[in-house]
């Protein structure tokens, strides 16, 4: 009864709001930007605005953190929600003397030896005067970090001379650990010469050879003119692969205009068994060479421009997790309209694919409709209880409310 309600709607409100419609949606002279593919699946909606999130699993919780004024941070008990905003990573601007010290950029925070470490960027829209800063804290909570300023720079400051600083841009930082040796490494670099691995010292507050940073190249288009649009990198592994992520195409400014469909943000892959490359896409290509899988992309035509990549490793069994950013369609297209989504991986000969699913990951109920606990036809449990938060049945039902709308609207 629900579904033919539904649809009965879907097809009243395309018929009364088509011309509405026509006039709201940008256009690039005829064409819409936005993608109509249903390749990818509808996000689970993380329902807390967020540019470039990051999440950390910690103490049974989700702790959120994004770019803004002195880094907001957040905490929820499960993906979507409720989260509730603790305060921020800073308690002033940052002690980097550069542009937009008090709004830093796409955090990364870690765990690391007893302390958290919180990677942050300072820079400014189309300049390379950036540089990546650190701040640590042992309880992970406002008004207990320590600022140490900048862990390299780029453009100017000190050590901006030295290679491969000299020709890349020093924002974006992710954190990876080599699972042989324990290494660690920062990952960073957006668009001029891509994207960069550089190993860091034990404390995690300097480059182990600060002189000689033996960086490697991991992700470089060639081949794509002026504007080399990769960024917002990140690095998980899932044995035997490393997996390089990264943010590929226009990240955000729609307001002023949109690009051609395609050239927008997207969720891009490669490979490799070794933590500093080479890495390869699914057709062997390699990503310095301007390879990448897209897993991820503009859909449904609601779905648009998701970028800012970050992937949580399931634990005793559970499915990792895709997040990023995208924007709503329905919610708006400024950049602070910015949506946290997320969706599960499965791995289909060892590449990831973003799959549908609604099981939250910590809440559980008893279902008492099953059709509601079930992705694509099978359980998404072994056990016969499946369980889904309850208010996910709305979600679902928006759901297909929206692609009803789709569909008769087309």
């Not at 794509?224 to 990769?230: A, E, L, N």
């Not at 499946?386 to 996910?392: E, G, I, L």
Request: proline letters at 7%; glycine letters at 10%; hydrophobic letters at 30%.
């Amino acid at each position: 009864m629900h579904l033919l309600i539904l649809l009965a709607t879907a097809i009243l409100l395309c018929s009364v709001n088509a011309r509405s419609q026509s006039e709201a949606q940008p256009q690039t002279g005829n064409i819409s930007p936005f993608s109509q593919t249903t390749k990818y699946p509808l996000p689970n909606a993380g329902n807390v605005a967020a540019h470039d999130p990051n999440i950390l699993q910690h103490d049974g919780a989700y702790w959120l953190f994004k770019g803004g004024i002195h880094l907001p941070m957040y905490k929820a008990p499960t993906l979507d929600g409720p989260w509730t905003q603790l305060g921020t990573v800073l308690d002033g601007p940052s002690m980097i003397p550069k542009q937009n010290r008090s709004r830093p950029w796409a955090p990364t925070t870690v765990a690391w030896k007893n302390s958290f470490y919180c990677f942050y960027s300072i820079s400014k829209a189309g300049s390379r005067n950036s540089a990546i800063g650190v701040a640590t804290s042992t309880q992970l909570s406002p008004g207990s970090w320590t600022d140490h300023g900048a862990l390299i720079n780029t453009g100017q400051g000190n050590g901006s001379d030295i290679s491969p600083y000299t020709d890349s841009n020093a924002i974006d930082p992710s954190f990876i650990t080599d699972h042989a040796s324990g290494q660690p490494y920062l990952l960073y670099g957006s668009y001029w010469h891509g994207i960069y691995l550089v190993p860091l010292a034990e404390d995690l507050l300097s480059v182990r050879e600060p002189e000689r940073p033996n960086a490697t190249n991991l992700v470089y288009a060639p081949d794509g003119g002026r504007v080399k649009p990769d960024e917002g990198s990140f690095m998980s592994y899932r044995k035997p692969y490393y997996y390089a992520w990264f943010s590929h195409g226009k990240c955000c400014g729609f307001q002023k205009g949109f690009p051609a469909m395609g050239k927008e943000y997207s969720i891009r892959v490669g490979r490799s068994k070794d933590v500093r490359g080479p890495f390869v896409d699914e057709d062997g290509r390699r990503l310095t060479e301007g390879g990448g899988t897209v897993v991820y992309a503009s859909n449904h035509g609601s779905v648009y421009a998701p970028g800012g990549v970050g992937v949580l490793s399931g634990t005793d069994g559970a499915s990792d997790v895709l997040y990023y950013h995208y924007l709503n369609t329905s919610i708006g297209l400024k950049d602070t309209d910015a949506q946290l989504g997320w969706n599960y991986l499965d791995y289909k000969d060892g590449w990831p694919v973003a799959k549908s699913g609604y099981v939250s990951m910590l809440e559980e109920y008893d279902c008492a409709e099953q059709w509601l606990c079930r992705d694509n036809g099978t359980d998404t449990s072994e056990s016969s209880g499946t369980t889904v938060r309850p208010h996910y049945m709305l979600d679902i039902l928006a759901f297909i409310f929206t692609g009803s709308y789709l569909w008769f609207c087309s």
